[in-house]
């Protein structure tokens, strides 16, 4: 997933794996630090915050499993003006 220069936020529905890569920012799990360019562990549960990406504007965040989140139009893109945020919502198949 990308994160562009923003702040990103999404809840842990179930335990799974993460990294983040890309450029320097602050990365928390659960309201604790955590490094980038290293596996972490989430909780259910647990929020993962991405936070002040500065010498840079982009970030990127692997998920070992799925994301799920809201459609619009077909996209589950999070824009600045729709802000969608992940969630376990499923939506039947088109």
Same mark, same amino acid.
């Given at each position: 997933?990308? $994160?562009? %220069?923003?702040?990103?936020?999404? @809840? %842990?529905?179930?335990?799974?794996? $993460?990294?983040?890569?890309? %450029?320097? /920012?602050? /990365?928390?799990? +659960? ?16 929020? &993962? %915050?991405?936070? +002040? $990406?500065?010498?840079? /504007?982009?970030?990127?965040?692997? &998920? ?9 139009? +077909? ?5 600045? /003006? ?7 919502? @499923?939506?039947?198949?088109?």
């Amino acid at each position: 997933m990308e $994160i562009t %220069a923003l702040d990103f936020r999404m @809840k %842990a529905q179930s335990d799974i794996l $993460i990294a983040v890569t890309g %450029a320097p /920012l602050t /990365l928390t799990v +659960g309201g604790r630090p955590c490094s980038q360019w290293e596996p972490v562990s989430v909780r259910a549960g647990e929020t &993962v %915050a991405v936070r +002040g $990406i500065n010498r840079g /504007l982009r970030a990127y965040l692997a &998920v070992h499993g799925s994301v799920e989140a809201p459609t619009l139009l +077909g996209s589950c893109a999070r824009t600045p /003006l729709w802000a969608s945020a992940c969630s376990s919502r @499923k939506e039947p198949p088109s």
